[in-house]
Structure formats: structure tokens, C-alpha cells
């Protein structure tokens, strides 16, 4: 086995290989809201990046590090572990930048860095649910070991959102069906169904509640042991109506530049690859204008699998026609 897969779980063995296919890179890159707003960051930011040293983080194909490069850093690290980085390699050999990116295949952890500090950090480390796959803990590390005291990161600020949404024939569909398959229960199924989180873009015109901000994330000084959290939300029911499950999205800001930039992964706007995230109630909530759910959500790295996340939402209802309580758990594998 080569050093640079040394001491890989065959779950890390999998994370990795997935992203050397070229498919999701694609997926990535046409991600308009995505690619442009890390773009618009780093290149309309260039007083930031002029003759700085940037550390890209889990950098794919290149595209964020040559971004960096076309800024005037005057040298830009990128790491990944996948080989795409043996593609982004030729990829920035072909942009004619090879004299300004190095590209370092390996764990954050244990690739050799020529710089003992970096004045940036740029990573897009996003998953589903903002920290399925857990690759913030990487750039945490990055940021621990490598990044100047007066260092800045991009992205800085990450806010996670909940609502609800009315969604009984797509429940129907997918959860309901189990109950009665060409005349036969299956249950067991359907209940390992209820358990998985939804990934899919959800019409704005379901969502039928308030939104909760009810985590936000500064990467500058968050620490490992906070990813894992149990917070209060809050929503208020905007029209008479079910509710058939909870959504989430995240917000992400770019605070350190001159003019701060952000993007939404929620419905209201445009489309990006992360799509929402769909819990499913158990049972069907019926609301009425002004009602008021309130809980707690609370979220683990999965024990097994730590780049999986554990995830269970307590709420109650006390409304005008119905009072409900459950404890709903997921795991997102």
C-alpha cells in the first residue's frame, strides 16, 4: 500500500474514490450559484489575494486554486486525496499556472506543506445537510495547523435553516407505497425509508412556515466538538394547511471580502447540486394559520461512520385543531 493511503478505512477508500469519478465534478462545476460565487469571492477580492499564500482544501479539479492564482496569490497549495487531483494537475498545467499552483495528493493530515503558515484558506467543503461527509473537520485541521493568526477563510459563515412543507403525494408515493405493495405489508422497509432523510429540490409554493436560522457556524473559530449540537427552533405556520415533513438548506456567506457575498441552497432560490434536505413526519400534521411548532434538532457524525450524520428532530404542536409530539431520528448515509 502507497503512504499516501496509509492507515484509509475501506468508508474513507469509498469517499474518496467517488470523487475521482468525473461525473460529480461536472455536477460541481455547472453549479452556476455554486462556482460563480466562489469566483466572484476570490476574484473581485484580488487586494485580498495579491501575494498572498492559499491553502485550497479537498481542491478537485483546480478550479478554485487557478481562480486564486488569476488573483495574483503569489503561491497556491491545493490537496485532495482523490485522483482527480492527477487530472487537476494536467488541468493546471494546461492554464499555464503550474509555476504558481502546487498540487499535493494525500490526507490534509499528513502531506509534506512547503509553507508553515498560509494567509487563506479556500475550500468548498459542503455536503447534503451542510456536514454530511464532514469534510469541514479537514478544513478545521487546515485552519488549526496552517493559518496565520490574522488568516481568513473562504467561505467564513455557514447558517442552517428549517421550515416545513406540505407534501402528501409525494409521501404517498415514496413512504405510503410500502404499506400495501400489489397486496403485501412491507413495513420493515418502509420504516428503514422514514429513517433516511429526503435530498430533492423542493417548490417554493409547499413551504407553509417560518424559517428557523437555528445553527450558524463561524469556520474562523468553530471547533470540531461543536459540529455536534442540540439547538432549539421555532416556526410559525403561515397558512392553514398539513404538514407532511420538516426542510432544511444552509446559507453561505463570504464575509471577509470588501463587499460580502452569499449564496441560498434553499428553495426560494436559484437551483445548486445540494438541492434541500426532507425529513418526514411520522404522522400528518394538520395546522391552521398562526399554530406554532416548536423542538429541538439535534446532530451527530454517525459512530460507524463518522462522515455520516445522525439527526433527530423532538417537536410539538399545540394548535388550533390538533396538539402533536414525536421524536423523529435519521441517519444520512
Not at 469517499?15 to 475521482?20: E, L, N, V
Not at 494537475?89 to 499528513?110: A, F, P
Not at 479556500?122 to 488568516?151: H, N
Not at 432523510?197 to 466538538?225: G, H
Amino acid at each position: 500500500m502507497s503512504t499516501e493511503k496509509a492507515g484509509l478505512t475501506s468508508k474513507d477508500y469509498h469517499y474518496f474514490d467517488s470523487y475521482a469519478h468525473f461525473g460529480i465534478h461536472e455536477e460541481m462545476l455547472k453549479d452556476e450559484v455554486r462556482t460563480v460565487s466562489y469566483r466572484d469571492a476570490i476574484m473581485k477580492n484580488k487586494h485580498i489575494f495579491q501575494d498572498k499564500i492559499v491553502l485550497d482544501v479537498g481542491c478537485g479539479t483546480g478550479i478554485l486554486s487557478m481562480f486564486a492564482a488569476k488573483a495574483g496569490a503569489r503561491h497556491v497549495i491545493g490537496v485532495d486525496m482523490s485522483n482527480i487531483i492527477d487530472k487537476a494537475r494536467l488541468i493546471v498545467e494546461e492554464n499555464g499556472l503550474s509555476d504558481k499552483v502546487t498540487l499535493l495528493k494525500g490526507k490534509m493530515e499528513e502531506v509534506a506543506m512547503p509553507y508553515e503558515q498560509v494567509d487563506i484558506i479556500i475550500s468548498e467543503w459542503m455536503g447534503y445537510f451542510l456536514l454530511y461527509e464532514s469534510m469541514l473537520d479537514t478544513v478545521l485541521l487546515a485552519r488549526d495547523k496552517y493559518l496565520a493568526p490574522s488568516g481568513k477563510i473562504f467561505p467564513d459563515t455557514a447558517t442552517m435553516i428549517l421550515s416545513t412543507i406540505e407534501d402528501g403525494e409525494y409521501k404517498e408515493d415514496k413512504l405510503n407505497f410500502w404499506d400495501d405493495v400489489y397486496g403485501f405489508k412491507m413495513t420493515c422497509i418502509k420504516e428503514a425509508a422514514m429513517g433516511e432523510p429526503l435530498v430533492d429540490t423542493v417548490e417554493p409554493r409547499v413551504i407553509n412556515s417560518s424559517q428557523c436560522a437555528f445553527k450558524t457556524i463561524d469556520i474562523l473559530t468553530v471547533t470540531k466538538e461543536e459540529l455536534a449540537f442540540s439547538v432549539p427552533f421555532e416556526v410559525s405556520i403561515s397558512r392553514d394547511d398539513y404538514v407532511h415533513a420538516f426542510i432544511s438548506w444552509f446559507d453561505i456567506e463570504f464575509r471577509a471580502c470588501h463587499k460580502p457575498i452569499r449564496f441560498s441552497t434553499g428553495p426560494f432560490s436559484k437551483y445548486t447540486h445540494w438541492k434541500q434536505t426532507v425529513f418526514y413526519t411520522r404522522n400528518t400534521l394538520t395546522v391552521c394559520k398562526g399554530d406554532t411548532i416548536k423542538g429541538t434538532i439535534s446532530c451527530a457524525p454517525n459512530p460507524t461512520n463518522l462522515r455520516d450524520q445522525d439527526i433527530s428532530i423532538a417537536y410539538e404542536l399545540e394548535g388550533k385543531e390538533e396538539s402533536a409530539q414525536d421524536h423523529l431520528q435519521f441517519t444520512m448515509c
